[in-house]
Antibody
């Protein structure tokens, strides 16, 4: 059974840092690109970052570029999102999602999502 | 960046109704469009990819069409479990973007 489990969320002060972790199971992690998507309370979905299956390429939304870093350790079967210089507007549920590869090998729709982890940035 | 708009933002319907949601892209994205369903407190679920391909295991009452800049998601006969929020997403180019969502609720 394909599954993704996020962890690492919590309450952090503005300007602080947090590292999220996504642990996959039920599939060969090293063969898939991965993404982070967030959803602020009561709002829509916002794509945050992507990383290629081998970690060679990364992409970021303008809203997090320079502050967040996506990475992966295929030997440990783990995806990360390092979040620095956090702001109130970063408050959201953060989902990791698997790139399906259906429509393109250069980034595609997301066929598996975790349950999300809540990040709250507040003083 | 490619912007997506959805209409309507809220759709009130009854069980058995045929419902259609429209997604428009600010520039051509060929068929690189996906649709997701999200229920409260849950992660989104992929319904349709490449504009019209139904994700495996999903009921055929869901269908998608379109290409270029205009796309539609149709539910041919709304079921109780279909009351949810629906999002379109373009995967033509980074940054990937989502539409603002369409909430389908009970009339």
């Amino acid at each position: 059974q394909v599954q993704l489990v996020e962890s690492g969320g919590g309450v952090v002060q503005p300007g602080g840092s947090l590292r999220l972790t996504c642990t996959p199971s039920g599939f060969t992690f090293s063969r898939y690109g991965m993404h982070w998507v967030r959803q602020a309370p009561g709002k829509g979905l916002e794509w945050v970052a992507a990383i290629w299956f081998d970690g060679r390429d990364e992409y970021y939304s303008d809203s997090v570029k320079g502050r967040f870093t996506i990475s992966r350790d295929n030997s440990k079967n783990t995806l990360y999102l390092q979040m620095n210089s956090l702001r109130a507007e970063d408050t959201a549920v953060y989902y990791c999602a698997r790139d399906s590869g259906y429509s393109s090998s250069s980034g595609a729709e997301f066929d598996c999502w975790g349950q999300g982890t809540l990040v709250s940035v507040s003083s | 960046d490619i912007q997506l708009t959805q209409s309507p933002s809220l759709l009130s319907a009854s069980v058995g109704d045929r419902v259609t949601i429209t997604c428009r892209a600010s520039q051509g994205i060929s068929s690189y469009l996906a649709w997701y369903q999200q229920k409260p407190g849950k992660a989104p679920k992929l319904l349709i990819y490449t504009a019209s391909t139904l994700q495996s295991g999903l009921p055929s009452r869901f269908s998608g069409s379109g290409s270029g800049t205009e796309f539609t998601l149709t539910i041919s006969s709304l079921q109780p479990e279909d009351f949810a929020t629906y999002y379109c997403q373009q995967v033509n180019s980074f940054p990937f973007t989502f539409g603002p969502g369409t909430k389908v609720d009970i009339k």
